[in-house]
T-cell receptor
Framework: DSGVTQTPKHLITATGQRVTLRCSPR?????VYWYQQSLDQGLQFLIQ???????AKGNILERFSAQQFPDLHSELNLSSLELGDSALYFC???????????FGEGSRLTVL | GQQLNQSPQSMFIQEGEDVSMNCTSS?????WLWYKQDPGEGPVLLIA?????ELTSNGRLTAQFGITRKDSFLNISASIPSDVGIYFC?????????????FGKGTKLSVKP
């Protein structure tokens, strides 16, 4: 157990819909990262937050947005969903800026 | 921007064999890390390397931070079925006021009992 909690674990929705994925970081971790992993693909970096502020942005689509709240949990919002958005979405947190990330178990999104 | 070239992309080996995979880049990194992702799980950190030339072991796993700071390798000795999964290298470099983490595309390991 990494200490990072992601909900929901599985989500099935239709094209055009909007979903919100939630992440609770490890206790004490200020930094949260979001990654997308499509079938048999690597980890695509989406966005990073540190103590409520956006710190870095990767290949995140304009239809996607995220935020980190004062209690440090984070949400990833995916809108106008397309079939190609079907993927595993991982959240990771860290206390130090050393690259040592702790990943959640992921949220598997299926868009039909 | 920085990129990591991880190879091989996949490996099919017999139980008991040794495994070697590596990551290279044209850029310098301050830290190299190796993660393993079990099927259906999130990646888990295996080894972190902080100094050029550093050689670190974690059980049957051994990883090295290349002298040029542009590469790293991971060896697994005497593989067992539970070694199955995807292994990711990651490199951390500092740009501006913060660290930036880059992941390789992964090496998918299959072990035949």
């Amino acid at each position: 157990d990494s200490g990072v909690t992601q909900t929901p674990k599985h989500l099935i929705t239709a094209t055009g819909q909007r979903v919100t994925l939630r992440c609770s970081p490890r206790s004490g971790d200020l930094s949260v990262y979001w990654y997308q992993q499509s079938l048999d693909q690597g980890l695509q970096f989406l966005i990073q937050y540190y103590n409520g502020e956006e710190r870095a942005k990767g290949n995140i689509l304009e239809r996607f947005s995220a935020q980190q709240f004062p209690d440090l949990h984070s949400e990833l919002n995916l809108s106008s969903l397309e079939l190609g958005d079907s993927a595993l979405y991982f959240c990771a947190s860290t206390r130090l800026n050393t690259g040592e990330l702790f990943f959640g178990e992921g949220s598997r999104l299926t868009v039909l | 921007g920085q990129q990591l070239n991880q190879s091989p992309q996949s490996m099919f080996i017999q139980e008991g064999e040794d495994v070697s995979m590596n990551c290279t880049s044209s850029s310098i990194f301050n830290t190299w890390l190796w993660y393993k992702q079990d099927p259906g799980e999130g990646p888990v950190l295996l080894i972190a390397l902080y100094k050029a030339g550093e050689l670190t072991s974690n059980g049957r796993l051994t990883a090295q931070f290349g002298i040029t700071r542009k590469d790293s390798f991971l060896n697994i000795s005497a593989s067992i079925p539970s070694d199955v999964g995807i292994y990711f290298c990651a490199g951390l470099y500092y740009g501006g006021s913060q660290g930036n983490l880059i992941f390789g595309k992964g090496t998918k390991l299959s072990v035949k009992p």
